[in-house]
């Protein structure tokens, strides 16, 4: 069975960082490319980050700059920091195996002062 697990969300104040961690089991994980995505209140899910098997990397725009997402295909892990983080980045973070619908529960993150 495929379980994914997010981690690492919580309240940060502007300008903090948080390091987010996607675990995923029950797969060849090195053969999937992994994205993370966020989904704030009344908005629609929307893709931030992704890297593929080789480990390429890309982003979204609004958040370019402030991410890098990274995997450790010897924990089944990926990673995605932030960093200077803005109350707009407040939303449920999500990852997914892509080209499947297996998601994870998602983590909270929240940036207020």
């Known amino acids: 069975q495929v379980q994914v697990v997010e981690s690492g969300g919580g309240l940060v104040q502007p300008g903090g960082s948080l390091r987010l961690s996607c675990v995923v089991t029950?797969?060849?994980?090195?053969?999937?490319?992994i994205l993370w995505y966020r989904q704030a209140p009344e908005n629609k899910r929307e893709e931030v980050a992704g890297?593929?098997?080789?480990?390429?990397?890309r982003y979204w725009k609004p958040m370019k700059g402030r991410l890098t997402i990274s995997r450790d295909d010897v924990k089944n892990t990926v990673y995605l920091q932030m960093r200077n983080l803005k109350p707009e980045d407040t939303a449920v973070y999500y990852c997914?195996?892509?080209?499947?619908?297996?998601w994870g529960q998602g983590t909270q993150v929240t940036v207020s002062s």
């Open positions: 029950g797969i060849d994980f090195s053969r999937y490319e």
């Open positions: 890297v593929s098997i080789d480990g390429a990397t």
């Open positions: 997914n195996v892509d080209g499947t619908q297996i």
